[in-house]
């Protein structure tokens, strides 16, 4: 019997197949990926490790994606914006896997190239060593947020009873906009910068 003319089965298929999986449903399994690809459990573990491979597979996958050489010699600080923006996007393609990214260890080489040149983004920036990580996760949660964010719902807020004054003052002002999520992201993204500016080297 001949053999097939195409690949049954390799880490690119199974990172393809999670991603189907977690963006229809918001989360995987080892059955639940092989019944999709058709295959025995016990395939899958020729091809990796675990669940948490193919976690980091897919981080890396994303991270690689993102364009590091979008601010090469800018100041310190329009790098973080660059690479923030860059980061949202590349994030904002499958935003029901951030929760699983988060659930583990950071491991793959792509997503070091991302925070290695926030790193010395911020090192430029004069920040101490025991600082830095501090930074980097503010970044890190601020951009994650807004990512999920653009999966959120057109009306994102009901202007009931429930909201007070103040908050049915700033809902009048709204109204189904598609690029709310983006501007509330770069408005965010201002004051992040401006604030991490304002402690640089403090």
């Known amino acids: 019997m001949p053999r097939p003319t195409t690949k049954l089965l390799s880490p690119q298929i199974i ?51 993102i364009d590091l050489t979008v601010v090469a010699d800018a ?15 590349s994030y904002a393609r499958h935003p029901r896997f951030i929760p699983l990214f988060t659930s583990h260890t950071v491991a793959a080489e792509a997503a070091f ?31 994650l947020g807004s990512a999920l964010d ?10 009931g009873p429930e909201a007070n004054d103040a908050m049915r003052a700033a809902l009048a002002t709204s109204a189904p906009n598609p690029e709310r999520a983006d501007a509330a992201f770069e408005f965010g993204l201002d004051a992040l910068v401006a604030g991490l500016a304002a402690r640089a080297g403090g």
Not at 114 to 143: C, K, R, W
Not at 150 to 159: D, G, I, K, N, Y
């Open 113 to 143: 190239g991302m925070y290695n040149a926030l790193a010395s983004a911020f090192a430029a920036g004069g920040y101490p060593p025991e600082q830095i990580l501090h930074a980097i996760t503010a970044v890190d949660s601020f951009v």
């Open 75 to 89: 100041p310190w600080t329009e790098v973080v914006t660059a690479l923030a923006r860059e980061y949202r996007r």
């Open 150 to 159: 653009l999966a959120a719902p057109e009306v994102v807020w009901e202007s």
């Open 15 to 65: 990172v393809d197949a999670a991603i189907r999986m977690v963006d229809s449903t918001g989360d995987f399994t080892m059955p639940g990926l092989a019944q999709r690809l058709k295959v025995r459990p016990s395939s899958l573990y020729n091809h990796v490790s675990g669940r948490a491979e193919i976690v980091e597979l897919v981080r890396a996958h994303m991270m690689s994606q």
